[in-house]
């Protein structure tokens, strides 16, 4: 079956500092793949996607290529603020199984450090 | 602005007791879910529903129940059977179905439940 692999955090960063986060994944058919963020207390919200091999999708500064030949995604920043402070998970969504439902990593906690 | 209200935001309960969790969107989506968020953890799928009056069982159904009368709302019941209650609960819903493509999920700020 699908699945997804995360670092497991927590990372703990200096403000303005490079961010990677790896996620790697298997799947049966040919996935769209996505970050989701997760601030404290709160629920989860679509940071990034990229739908096809090459992609890369980005927002507020965060980066991340879908990799077909190694089955990666991994989420890059080039410099954290505080306020980024928080889970960051990763999931795919393959069309090929019932219901097109999404697969999560276990996530990871980012704390950026003033 | 159009999207996920979850109700109650805390809630307390006794071992024994029945709780139903709260879950209205007005994003006009076909599809709503179900997830289960224990701390440092992923979430885990407990029921979906991809169309009004039908709902299907995630990976850990059990002591869980369900129902989609409208197409607004999609409330949990966490019975007694229920081992292990004690979570944080988020209902999702999304506009995708299988086979058209990338599945985006809208969240909506989730419900914490506490066994006393």
């Known amino acids: 079956g699908d699945s997804v692999t995360q670092m497991e955090g927590p990372v703990t960063l200096s403000e303005e500092a490079f961010l990677t986060i790896n996620c790697t994944y298997t799947?049966?058919?040919?996935?769209?793949l996505f970050w989701y963020v997760q601030y404290p207390g709160e629920g989860l919200q679509l940071l990034l996607k990229?739908?096809?091999?090459?992609d890369k999708g980005s927002n507020k500064g965060f980066e991340a290529t879908y990799r077909k030949e190694t089955t990666s995604f991994h989420l890059e920043k080039g410099s954290v603020q505080v306020s980024d402070s928080a889970v960051y998970f990763c999931?795919?969504?393959?069309?090929?199984?019932?219901?097109?439902?999404?697969?999560f990593g276990g996530g990871t906690r980012l704390m950026v450090k003033p | 602005d159009g999207g996920i209200t979850q109700s109650p935001k805390y809630l307390f309960r006794k071992e024994g007791q029945n709780v139903t969790l709260s879950c209205e969107q007005n994003?006009?989506?076909?599809?709503m879910y179900w997830y289960r968020q224990d701390p440092g953890q992923g979430l885990r799928l407990i029921y979906y529903?991809?169309?009004?009056?039908?709902?299907q069982k995630g990976d850990i159904a059990e002591g869980y129940s369900v129902s989609r009368e409208k197409k607004e709302s999609f409330p949990l019941t966490v019975t007694s059977a229920q081992k292990n209650p004690t979570a944080f609960y988020l209902c999702?819903?999304?506009?995708?179905?299988?086979?058209?493509?990338?599945?985006?999920?809208?969240f909506g700020a989730g419900s914490r439940l506490t066994v006393l």
């Open positions: 999702a819903s999304s506009s995708q179905h299988r086979g058209s493509g990338a599945n985006v999920l809208t």
């Open positions: 799947a049966t058919g040919y996935p769209s």
């Open positions: 990229a739908t096809k091999a090459d």
């Open positions: 999931a795919l969504s393959d069309r090929n199984n019932a219901g097109n439902m999404l697969t």
């Open positions: 994003l006009n989506h076909d599809a």
């Open positions: 529903s991809q169309i009004v009056n039908d709902f």
